[in-house]
């Protein structure tokens, strides 16, 4: 009985864990001095960004022994590539190099993309 239970337990923590897709991290650097460009436009990476990176990015740019730097894995890895003109170059404007051997990503992801880091790359 008592193991029926345990297991029923295990199952039941692996279930919930399952559905919880949503970073849950304290942002490292909460705002700062960025003021949002689109406040109408709520864009965040839970809500869009992680999925994202998750679908095109992460196979290389991971925690860890990665092909590519950073780890777009978790919330504060991502936003650390956010400041300065890198991710625009590499992955939002046209003719970007990334992901790494494939096509750019389409118009209106980096669009939403750019919207996201213009809004101060928000959590939520
Ligand atoms: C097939 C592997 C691969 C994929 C997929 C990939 N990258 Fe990269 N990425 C790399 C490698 C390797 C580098 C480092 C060499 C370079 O700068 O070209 C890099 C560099 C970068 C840089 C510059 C980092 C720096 O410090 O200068 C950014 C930004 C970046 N990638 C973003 C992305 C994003 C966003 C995605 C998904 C849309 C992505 N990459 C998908 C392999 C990949």
């Known amino acids: 009985m008592k193991k029926k239970l345990i297991l029923f337990l295990i199952a039941g923590a692996a279930l919930i864990s ?4 949503q970073a849950t991290e304290t942002p ?15 864009v965040t990476y839970n809500n ?8 095109y990015c992460i196979s290389c740019h991971h925690a860890g ?6 780890d777009f894995g978790s919330y504060n ?19 970007a190099d990334m992901p790494q051997g494939n096509a750019p990503l389409p118009k209106a992801v980096r669009d939403s993309l750019d919207v996201w880091i213009k809004n101060c790359a928000p959590l939520n």
């Open 18 to 21: 399952g559905c919880e897709n």
């Open 28 to 42: 490292d650097d909460p705002g700062g001095d960025c003021t949002p460009q689109f406040p109408d436009m709520n």
């Open 48 to 55: 869009y960004v992680k999925g994202i990176l998750d679908k």
């Open 65 to 70: 022994n990665s092909a590519g730097p950073g």
């Open 77 to 95: 890895g991502a936003k650390a590539y956010t400041t300065g003109n890198v991710f625009f170059a590499r992955v939002i404007q046209d003719g």
